[in-house]
């Protein structure tokens, strides 16, 4: 069964203090893992987009990589307005499904 | 910068009753899927439609349904509420039915008491 699993649950950084979030699965054939931010109350908003073993993307301060197995999101020298929820998801299934699996998210933190 | 839309931002509804949240997708996209999403998880598929016919549909009981109108908008219904109803439901628009970017709206909060 497809699934996506994000750890840590919760992380706490102070302002400069840089960190990964990692997200794992288990999907039939990868056709995208995709990153999103979330904050409080609003839809997620999309970061990035990966699809082969070995790609990276970077977006200001953040940088998604992917291997076969994992994805992580490293964060350089945050700051408070990094704060939010960090979710990455995958395509459920096979066939030409576009509809998205969650992880149930990274909560982030980040104080001066 | 104005993609998806969802009305109303905010409902609150009876046990038993019925609810119709509306979506507008991004310009350019014709492809509209629903998720919910209980508070401090992540979003959970509902069903997805491509030329107003359904394409995908998780797992959620014939309670909810939707359509999708010719200008590719979108509504999703669900009738005979319960209190588990209660969730975040967010829109997303996507061009085609590959594994394309999904831009998500705001959402609708929907609380039933």
């Known amino acids: 069964e497809d699934q996506v699993t994000q750890s840590p649950e919760a992380l706490r950084l102070q302002e400069g203090e840089s960190s990964s979030l990692n997200c794992s699965y288990t999907?039939?054939?990868?056709?995208?893992l995709f990153w999103y931010r979330q904050d409080p109350g609003k839809g997620p908003e999309f970061l990035f987009t990966l699809y082969s073993a070995g790609e990276e993307k970077e977006k200001e301060r953040l940088k998604a990589t992917l291997t076969k197995k994992e994805s992580f999101l490293h964060i350089t020298a945050p700051k408070p307005e990094d704060s939010a929820t960090y979710l990455c998801?995958?395509?459920?299934?096979?066939?030409?499904?576009?509809?998205?699996?969650f992880g149930t998210g990274t909560r982030l933190q980040v104080t001066l | 910068d104005a993609v998806v839309t969802q009305s109303p931002t905010h409902l609150i509804k009876t046990r038993g009753q019925q609810v119709t949240l509306r979506c507008s997708p991004k310009s350019g996209h014709d492809t509209v899927s629903w998720y919910q999403q209980a508070l401090g998880q992540g979003p959970q598929f509902i069903f997805q439609?491509?030329?107003?016919?359904?394409?995908q549909r998780g797992n959620f009981p014939d309670r909810f349904s939707g359509h999708q109108f010719p200008n590719y908008s979108s509504e999703l219904n669900v009738n005979a509420l319960l209190l588990g109803d209660s969730a975040l439901y967010l829109c997303a628009s996507s061009h085609g039915q590959g594994t394309n970017i999904q831009y998500f709206g705001a959402g609708t909060r929907l609380s039933v008491l």
């Open positions: 998801a995958g395509p459920l299934g096979t066939g030409t499904a576009s509809k998205l699996t």
């Open positions: 439609y491509y030329e107003e016919e359904e394409r």
């Open positions: 999907v039939s054939g990868l056709r995208g």
